[in-house]
């Protein structure tokens, strides 16, 4: 099953922890809030262990 990225930006504080953590720097901060700044995301899910609000996550996506 694939999986994606997903980001609830309505709750991210724009802390910057999942950016630090990113190891391919794919996350960065925009207005305040994480967003996908590169393609080069391996949903390794180093953001979602360290996210404190839960804003950022790794997702199967279904096939229907």
Do not use: H, T
Not at 6 to 20: D, F, P, R, T
Request: one cysteine or more; hydrophobic letters at 35%; aromatic letters at 6%.
């Amino acid at each position: 099953m694939a999986k994606k990225l997903v980001i609830n930006k309505a709750w991210c504080k724009g802390c910057g922890i999942c950016v630090a953590f990113c190891p391919k720097k794919v996350l960065g901060l925009k207005n305040e809030k994480v967003n996908i700044v590169n393609d080069g995301c391996i949903l390794c899910g180093q953001c979602e262990l360290r996210c404190p609000d839960y804003a950022i996550y790794v997702e199967e996506e279904s096939n229907e």
